[in-house]
């Protein structure tokens, strides 16, 4: 009973953390990327709830290049988009892969398990976050889907906040 209890107060707890971090987020553009890390944490442990541990991250971001600048909630959209277009269960687990690849790109990327009924993917999201990297960093977004694997490469700013100085300007 006491462990359902402390489950229940971190889900509180990181539900809250995510909710924050989305009501703040329109006051920023661009958030150095351990922000965003830290977000898709609370995200990360939301999800594995919903899915009862089906639902798994493995993320390997260096801790140097964590200060490297991404637009403000690119990661949610992607995340969202896994549930979404997947099918998730015992036998469909899903493993999302963030890492940073040789170009410093973020790298989401996740199998794909489609859904019995395909729900209609009008791509507004991933549009979205493509414009959203246009205007900021004047970068385009690479997305690659070849039927077993989905994967999308976030180009980050070159230029690295150092740890005094303030993004929420």
Known sequence: RDNKKSQTLEY???????F??????DKKGLIPLREELKFLDS???LQEARYADKFSFQI?????KENMLIPVL???P???NVGKHNMIDSENQMCVSVFMNEKDELVISNPIH???????QNGIGLTNLSDQFLLLLNKKIRIENDDSVFSVYLPLNNYIISNN????S
């Open 12 to 18: 509180i707890n990181k539900l809250s953390s995510v």
């Open 20 to 25: 924050r971090y989305i009501l703040q987020s």
């Open 60 to 64: 390997d971001v260096p801790q140097e």
């Open 43 to 45: 995200f990360r442990y």
């Open 114 to 120: 489609k859904k019995l009924d395909p729900t209609a």
């Open 74 to 76: 690119s990661l949610l």
């Open 78 to 80: 992607l995340i969202e």
């Open 165 to 168: 100085e303030r993004t929420d």
